[in-house]
């Protein structure tokens, strides 16, 4: 077989959707969450944000071990607006090391995702 019969990759398309990530955080009340979520939606930092609590959090803080309830906040944005968005959760955030983690999201729903990038603006 030569080269020329070999099937060719697809040419990439000309305007790729932006890259999706889900960013996740966490704080200490409902309340918190809410707002958390509901500024980074409105500032068009996020797509959507979703709610998820109260959760149980073990971990070690300032050399004792700690038990916790907390709630969780997962945004769905684009890697060009992750950076305006850390700052804001930084900002409004209840903790003085908070927990902000950018996962890629490497496969979804094409209609989805160009719904996430449509509703998201870099900021």
């Excluded at 790729?16 to 918190?32: F, I, M």
């Excluded at 500024?39 to 996020?46: D, G, I, N, S």
């Excluded at 073990?58 to 890697?79: H, I, N």
């Amino acid at each position: 077989m030569t080269s020329a019969d070999r099937p060719q990759p697809p040419h990439p398309s000309q305007d790729p959707a932006p890259a999706v990530l889900t960013v996740l955080t966490t704080v200490d009340s409902a309340e918190g969450a809410e707002a958390l979520a509901r500024t980074a939606v409105e500032a068009r930092l996020a797509a959507c944000a979703q709610i998820n609590g109260p959760v149980t959090s073990v971990y070690r803080w300032q050399g004792a071990l700690e038990t916790a309830q907390e709630w969780q906040v997962l945004f769905k944005t684009t890697e060009a607006a992750y950076p305006a968005l850390e700052a804001r959760l930084s900002a409004g955030h209840p903790y003085d090391t908070p927990e902000i983690i950018a996962t890629p999201v490497v496969r979804g729903s094409e209609r989805y995702l160009a719904w996430v990038a449509a509703e998201v603006k870099a900021g």
